[in-house]
């Protein structure tokens, strides 16, 4: 079965075109090795590994599916071999946020005061 079609049909990507991003991003390994391209032939047995922004993800293939099913069925297509390797940062976004003083994004209320900041700078500009 092509690896693309796999991590589709057991939930692992929401689409096969997010699949195939991943795939040219280099963030999809089989068994050690890169996958290049998404018509690579996975067996049962065989060892993936998805890099995500700050874990690792590791399954091992157990099932074939013919359609994507529901999540129930989907989960007895692989086996999590370890459940997530913390890379890289430590801390999440929301921990970071809660100890800065300011967040990472203005609320409402900042946004309309940069607005109307930039409104009056403009003017003053004229």
Do not use: H
Request: glycine share 4%.
């Amino acid at each position: 079965m092509r690896i693309d079609k796999w991590l589709f049909f057991a939930r692992l990507f929401k689409t096969r075109s997010k699949v195939v991003k991943a795939i040219d991003k280099s963030k999809i390994f089989l068994n050690g090795s890169l996958v290049r391209k998404q018509s690579q032939i996975i067996k049962i047995g065989d060892g993936i590994i998805i890099k995500r922004s700050n874990d690792i993800l590791r399954f091992k293939v157990i099932n074939f599916g013919t359609k994507r099913e529901n999540y129930d069925l989907a989960k007895n297509m692989y086996e999590n071999k370890i459940e997530e390797l913390q890379v890289g940062i430590s801390k999440t976004k929301a921990e970071y946020c809660i100890e800065s003083e300011y967040s990472f994004r203005p609320d409402k209320k900042e946004r309309r005061a940069l607005i109307k900041l930039k409104k009056i700078s403009s003017f003053l500009e004229e």
